[in-house]
């Protein structure tokens, strides 16, 4: 199985600061690297797919990066509505695998 | 707008069989260019997919349930179903149902039930 490993577990931020959080593949997954958002009792929400592509009706602040098997979500103006879980997701072969989470807080 | 809303008995005694369904509202599974989905998550914890299979009945699981997993279609109804043989308490989890959609081969979970929470309780 293709191990995702997510950093950091928790964050906390304030309106306005930028944030990045970082996910590893333990082996190359040429791109094939989703984002989801999943607020307290929701559903996950898909905001990147295919590494950097913004998914339909995702605010441009949220934006992602691929440097071999380093990705990146980064939100360049955190809004309030942010504050939320975010997960990664493999999907270059199955079975797909999440990163554990990291949960942004507002500090 | 396609919807999925997942659907089962209730809860579950530690050895018995989880089952669910998952209905598809707004389009069909026989059309679909994409895998559907079994995706859990225990309380306060991260996502595990669970299975996928396709409209066709071809299936793939995660070995991490040791073979205790079965995924159905029937295209008749427009439902998918997960089996979930000698459930433990550690099996107890908000199930969600997904379709994956596909933009050229990079795949995504687009569309997901609301959840149905599963409790394995004696």
């Known amino acids: 199985d293709i191990q995702m490993t997510q950093s950091p577990s928790s964050l906390s931020a304030s309106v306005g600061d930028r944030v990045t959080i970082t996910c590893r593949a333990s082996?190359?997954?040429?791109?094939?690297l989703n984002w989801y958002q999943q607020k307290p009792g929701r559903v996950p929400n898909l905001l990147i797919f295919?590494?950097?592509t913004l998914h339909s009706g995702v605010p441009s602040r949220f934006s992602g990066s691929e440097s071999g098997t380093d990705f990146t979500l980064t939100i360049s103006s955190l809004q309030p509505e942010d504050f939320a879980t975010y997960y990664c997701?493999?999907?270059?072969?199955?079975?797909?695998?999440f990163g554990q989470g990291t949960k942004l807080e507002i500090k | 707008q396609v919807q999925l809303q997942e659907s089962g008995p209730g809860p579950v005694k530690p050895s018995q069989t989880l089952s669910l369904t998952c209905t598809v509202s707004?389009?069909?599974?026989?059309?679909?260019?994409?895998?559907l989905n079994w995706i859990r998550q225990p309380a306060g914890k991260g996502l595990e997919w669970i299975g996928r299979?396709?409209?066709?009945?071809?299936?793939n699981y995660n070995p991490s349930l040791k073979g205790r997993v079965a995924i159905s279609v029937d295209t008749s109804k427009n439902q998918f179903s997960l089996k979930l043989d000698s459930v433990t308490a550690a099996d107890t989890a908000v199930y969600y149902c997904?379709?994956?959609?596909?933009?050229?081969?990079?795949?995504?979970?687009?569309?997901w039930g609301p959840g149905t929470l599963v409790t394995v309780s004696s």
């Open positions: 997904a379709n994956a959609a596909r933009s050229g081969t990079y795949s995504y979970f687009h569309q």
């Open positions: 707004g389009g069909s599974i026989s059309t679909t260019c994409c895998y």
């Open positions: 299979i396709y409209a066709d009945g071809s299936a």
């Open positions: 295919a590494a950097s």
């Open positions: 997701q493999q999907s270059y072969d199955v079975p797909y695998t």
């Open positions: 082996q190359p997954i040429s791109g094939y």
